[in-house]
């Protein structure tokens, strides 16, 4: 399975952005899928998952405000963000969780300014 994320961009704090991992391989939609997330200086950190029974997982600080979803005719993930703040500034990875080796690809960045 390969994932490629996309979506992001600069914004205000306080405004929204949705991102987007496509998938390829017949069985993708079996996957867990998480985004992650890596601000500079910062380990990699897993922001949310969702299984293929849409169950989901929403890491406490960003809990009320990032919503994951899934839609499997696409074989894609989305992660919606709302009220960015200046910290959820970071590149956004998608990737299997937990995650595969060697799927990480660029990420993509979201740059929230205050």
């Known amino acids: 399975v390969q994932l490629q994320a996309s979506g992001g961009g600069l914004v205000q704090a306080g405004e929204s952005l949705r991102l987007s991992c496509v998938g390829t391989?017949?069985?993708?939609?079996?996957?867990?899928v998480g985004w992650y997330r890596q601000a500079p200086g910062s380990e990699r950190e897993l922001v949310a998952s969702?299984?293929?029974?849409?169950?989901?997982y929403i890491r406490d600080p960003v809990k009320g405000r990032f919503t994951i979803s899934r839609d499997k005719t696409t074989n894609s993930v989305y992660l919606d963000m709302d009220s960015l703040k200046p910290e959820d500034t970071a590149v956004y990875f998608c990737?299997?969780?937990?995650?595969?080796?060697?799927?990480w690809g660029q990420g993509t960045l979201v740059t929230v300014s205050s």
């Open positions: 990737n299997t969780n937990p995650p595969l080796p060697n799927r």
């Open positions: 391989g017949s069985n993708f939609n079996v996957y867990t």
């Open positions: 969702i299984n293929s029974n849409g169950g989901t």
